[in-house]
């Protein structure tokens, strides 16, 4: 006998809230105390170790900077110089200045307050954006403290002082001592100092509560960074500072200002910084009374709704339910027959109204779909074949594009040596045009290989040998195996006049090249075309990549303008790629002014072939 699914909802339901608000219940008031405690510390752990990580990587770039500047010849020099040669001391001060801090300053034009180096000799350097000179500045302090203050071995050393008063409390100086250039032994002390708001942006977005706070401590127990607060000053006038500094990784409970606060510290291995958080116990502890008085009250609530709802629940939707079950069971037998319960307003009625509807359309809908689809196949079908002749048609106007032009003054070429002279050249040139004509003409434009391409280029150059007066040797670097890897006919030539048309618009001069090479990469086909024209400039090259992304041509009043002056090579063979072998394919192009560009056709390898 099957078990009523109203009496299941009752039992699950009853059982469900009952257990689970028990269990809350006698857990949350036993462990309360112990789980919060437990979690602010966790808490607090992970915001003092993201906090440390964070301040830690920032003062590692600043020791990569040091590492930098001592890797340069020019600064362990500098250290071994005869202090009274003025002249040196100029030149490297000069040197120094313009090929090592310059370009830190332009890396880090925020973060870095000044740069400094301090021999032993007496002699200084100083970045120049300060504004002042080592004979401005007493340095004879600044070098003493530094130098008690960073170790022999070259590591760095980390404080809040600075050189001058006026930055005092508001940099970090990262500091480490410097070997001379002829011996091993220590010549003076580079220092930088960085402004402390690069490391207090990442401390002052913490969510500490209403009542507290996130401090830091150096290595000797001095403030780095503090809130401006009575419990701080408390602290601080105490002996917590002191533990923390000792320990390392301490949590505490101290008395500050009337009231008890717990105080969790890491020390950073890298800075050796102690970083802190200070929390109000009775704050933390808030949370305990207030869980337990809701934690009770609704559960009762939600037992006593619970068990309401189950009845009714059941009650409601067990015999609709039923009902549309043994309809199902007709359908299953291929019975179509509504199914007759007591009217009803909500889901239930709604879902026996759409049912007995579904049965009775069910069977002619069924030979409705079944013409819909036959109707939908053909008419695909048809709209693929209006699409393919729309893109043979776009594919053989795009081939129609290529320009005449070169061809008109080639011939125009032919005539005039032929009223002028007799010659072999005229012969030469007559094949060579024959050839590309017999190229260009063929119906199936998209087979071709590498070999077939650069023997049209050859014919070209020959046909231009003669147009300008002189030989023009083309750099062809592909291998003999890519010779017959398969790519879009009529590609080639138009990237290669186009530099003849735009990259040499002063004429072509000896030192003028152009070099041809393929290459084989992820399984497409990489052909690039590189001069050493002009280039172009970068609203130039912008405004070519934007129309190569767009997919579209030149337009009409530029279309007829570039007629003139010679085609649209380039946007015309990047659209024919893309229409052979789609859109993630074409040509890319690289380009600098005075430089250059470099036009590479990337086709996938091996399609044409196959």
């Known amino acids: 006998m099957r078990k009523s699914l109203s009496k299941q909802l009752f039992v699950y339901f009853f059982i469900l809230i009952l257990f689970s608000m028990s269990m809350v219940g006698v857990f949350s008031y036993v462990k309360s105390s112990e789980a919060i405690d437990e979690q602010v510390e966790k808490y607090f752990t992970t915001v003092i170790n993201s906090a440390s990580m964070q301040t830690d990587n920032q003062l590692q770039t600043f020791e990569r900077v040091t590492d930098s500047i001592l890797s340069q010849q020019q600064v362990k020099k500098?250290?071994?110089?005869?202090?009274?040669d003025s002249y040196a001391y100029y030149e490297f001060t000069n040197g120094i200045r313009k090929d090592i801090f310059d370009k830190i300053h332009i890396t880090y034009p925020t973060q870095i307050n000044m740069i400094y180096i301090l021999g032993y000799h007496g002699r200084s350097i100083f970045d120049a954006n300060q504004g002042f000179s080592s004979h401005s500045v007493d340095t004879t302090e600044r070098l003493e403290e530094l130098n008690d203050k960073t170790e022999r071995n070259g590591r760095i050393s980390i404080m809040s002082t600075s050189l001058l008063p006026k930055d005092q409390g508001q940099v970090i100086t990262v500091a480490r001592k410097i070997r001379g250039y002829s011996s091993y032994s220590i010549k003076g002390v580079l220092a930088i100092e960085f402004r402390e708001e690069q490391l207090t942006k990442l401390w002052k977005g913490m969510d500490l509560g209403e009542n507290g706070f996130f401090f830091i401590l150096d290595s000797q127990g001095e403030v780095v960074y503090a809130p401006d607060s009575n419990p701080m000053g408390e602290l601080l006038r105490s002996d917590i500072p002191d533990r923390i500094v000792r320990g390392g990784e301490e949590r505490l409970i101290a008395e500050l200002g009337g009231q008890e606060r717990m105080i969790v510290s890491?020390?950073?291995?890298?800075?050796?910084w102690s970083l802190a958080i200070s929390m109000p116990l009775e704050e933390l502890r808030a949370p305990i009374s207030a869980?337990?008085?809701t934690t009770v009250g609704v559960g009762l609530l939600t037992l006593a709704i619970a068990l309401f709802m189950a009845v009714r629940f059941g009650r409601s939707i067990v015999q609709p339910i039923r009902?549309?079950?043994?309809g199902m069971r007709e359908m299953e037998k291929g019975n179509w027959q509504t199914v007759k319960v007591k009217p009803r307003e909500d889901e239930v009625g709604g879902l026996v109204h759409s049912f007995n509807l579904m049965v009775g359309r069910l069977s002619e809908m069924i030979g409705r779909v079944y013409d819909a689809e036959l109707k939908g196949h053909k008419a695909q079908l048809e709209l693929q074949d209006i699409q393919l002749e729309r893109q043979k048609a776009e594919f053989q106007a795009l081939q129609l594009q290529i320009n005449p032009h070169f061809l008109y003054n080639t011939l125009e070429t032919i005539n005039c040596y032929a009223i002028v002279q007799d010659s072999d050249d005229i012969t030469e040139m007559v094949e060579a045009m024959a050839f590309m004509l017999r190229y260009s003409v063929q119906t199936n434009l998209e087979e071709s290989t590498i070999v077939n391409e650069l023997n049209h280029v050859r014919n070209y150059l020959i046909?231009?040998?003669?147009?300008i007066g002189r030989e023009f040797e083309l750099e062809v670097a592909v291998e003999p195996s890519l010779l017959l890897e398969g790519m879009v006919r009529l590609?080639?030539?138009?990237?290669v006049e186009n530099v003849f048309q735009h990259a040499f618009p002063g004429g072509i001069e000896p030192h003028h090249c152009i070099r041809v090479d393929a290459r084989l990469e992820q399984g497409s086909l990489f052909i690039t075309v590189e001069d050493n024209g002009e280039g172009m400039s970068e609203k130039r090259l912008a405004m070519v990549r934007q129309r190569l992304k767009e997919n579209r041509l030149a337009e009409e009043d530029e279309l007829a303008q570039r007629r003139r002056k010679g085609g649209i090579g380039i946007l015309n063979v990047h659209r024919r790629i893309q229409m052979v072998y789609g859109n993630d394919y074409g040509i890319q192009i690289d380009s600098a002014q005075g430089s250059g560009?470099?036009?590479?056709?990337?086709?996938?390898?091996?399609?044409?072939n196959e």
């Open 78 to 84: 500098f250290l071994d110089m005869d202090p009274d």
């Open 266 to 272: 890491r020390r950073s291995d890298y800075s050796g």
């Open 291 to 293: 869980i337990r008085t």
């Open 323 to 326: 009902t549309l079950m043994n």
């Open 463 to 467: 046909i231009l040998k003669h147009r």
């Open 491 to 495: 590609t080639l030539q138009p990237i």
């Open 597 to 608: 560009t470099v036009v590479t056709m990337v086709m996938p390898r091996g399609q044409l």
